[in-house]
């Protein structure tokens, strides 16, 4: 895998890089030599945050960590990507999907003796009319409802959107596109 390393408010010393590479390299043998995993590091404040995406064919896998130095949130990133690949990995077998860009001995491995396997139970349908409104309107009535996310049809594009609660009270808008 390639590995992209870039950095906020912070120099990305040899250590640094070599550290970074060295923890997700344990993963290499899970993804193609042509897959690309983009690494942004920052510092806020005295927070140190990791973020690392890993486009894959059909999925992104993602993970954002912070800690009180950048070593630490290296761990704990590794060990979020490491959850969702074995929940991909699942996805992947229970709706027999080719595997794509993972290596065909990803489906084979037996990560489940590091991970409790969990089956997804949907437990509620919702059904609803979804009415034209702006960004704005569709933010104003997911805080209204108390929920961390908002479905709604965007007025301006004519289009299915979401609207989410980001970490620190930011807002996030997910644009589908086919």
Do not use: W
Not at 39 to 63: D, F, N, Y
Not at 72 to 100: C, F, M, P, W, Y
Not at 122 to 139: G, H, L, Q, S, Y
């Amino acid at each position: 895998m390639r590995y992209i390393i870039s950095g906020k408010n912070i120099e990305i010393t040899k250590a640094l890089r070599e550290a970074t590479i060295d923890k997700l390299s344990k993963m290499d043998k899970y993804f193609n030599p042509d897959n690309e995993a983009q690494i942004t590091m920052s510092v806020q404040k005295l927070r140190h945050i990791i973020e690392v995406t890993i486009p894959i064919k059909g999925s992104i896998i993602r993970a954002e960590e912070s800690a009180e130095n950048m070593y630490t949130a290296i761990d704990k990133v590794v060990d979020v990507l490491e959850r969702q690949l074995l929940k991909h990995k699942n996805k992947l077998i229970s709706r027999h999907h080719s595997v794509g860009t993972f290596k065909n001995d990803f489906v084979n491995e037996t990560m489940e003796e590091d991970f409790d396997d969990k089956k997804i139970e949907i437990v509620r349908t919702k059904r609803f009319a979804m009415k034209p409104m702006d960004i704005e309107e569709a933010c104003l009535q997911m805080d209204l409802l108390g929920h961390d996310f908002f479905v709604f049809m965007n007025s301006d594009t004519e289009e299915v959107n979401v609207v989410y609660k980001r970490k620190k009270g930011a807002y996030g808008l997910i644009e589908p596109t086919l």
